[in-house]
């Protein structure tokens, strides 16, 4: 069965910290892997996709094939990134994007 | 460029009854999906849309079906309301080349 495990519901982190937001999924094949992000009141948009290997927001993310691992990291947390992040495999040929429940990242000062 | 566009923003429906959803995609994109978000939950995979055609479904009952006209535009249509659909509706577009989706800001549906 297809599945994403974010252990963390809330992960809670002071300004400046390093953040590593945890993501193991079990997926047949290979799927394309992404980290999607909600900003509070905000429409869900994408932060990363691991192909283009981009940084964004300073958020990178490393896809370890041997431990299906893909976690999100950041070296020093701002508070702008207090937000629901979620780690979501997409099927191969574009199709369905499966989410798991989510780590809610809180960033205090 | 107005993003993916979803309407109505609220509804609210009784046990029963039957709603439509509107989802226009981002320009330039022809891949339509939605999800149910239940509070405190990921969203869950419904149906996509190609080509006006559906390609794949996730596990939902019949109740839940959907269209995809010739401008891309999607409706999702649900029948027989339970109290258990109460939930956000986001609809999400991309292009059929590898990439991410684009998220609408949902519509949050009621059922009393």
């Known amino acids: 069965a297809q599945r994403v495990t974010q252990p963390e519901k809330l992960l809670s982190v002071f300004k400046g910290a390093p953040v590593e937001l945890k993501c193991n999924y079990s997926y047949s094949g290979s799927p394309e892997l992404f980290w999607y992000v909600q900003y509070s009141r905000q429409r869900l948009q994408l932060l990363l996709r691991h192909i283009s290997r981009e940084s964004i927001k300073g958020f990178t993310a490393d896809l370890n094939k041997g431990e299906t691992s893909f976690h999100l990291k950041k070296p020093f947390a701002q508070e702008e990134d207090s937000a629901m992040y979620y780690c979501v495999p997409e099927a191969g040929g574009g199709n369905k994007l499966t989410f798991g429940t989510g780590t809610q990242l809180k960033v205090e000062l | 460029d107005a993003g993916v566009t979803q309407s109505p923003t609220h509804l609210i429906k009784t046990r029963g009854q039957q709603v439509t959803l509107r989802c226009s995609p981002k320009?330039?994109?022809?891949?339509v999906s939605w999800y149910q978000q239940a509070l405190g939950q990921g969203p869950q995979f419904i149906f996509q849309y190609y080509e006006e055609e559906e390609r794949q479904r996730g596990n939902f009952p019949d109740r839940f079906s959907g269209h995809q006209f010739p401008n891309y535009s999607s409706e999702l249509n649900v029948n027989a309301l339970l109290l258990g659909d109460s939930a956000l509706y986001l609809c999400?577009?991309?292009?059929?080349?590898?990439?991410?989706?684009?998220f609408g800001s949902g519509t949050r549906l009621t059922v009393v």
């Open positions: 320009s330039g994109h022809d891949t």
């Open positions: 999400a577009s991309k292009t059929v080349s590898p990439g991410g989706y684009t």
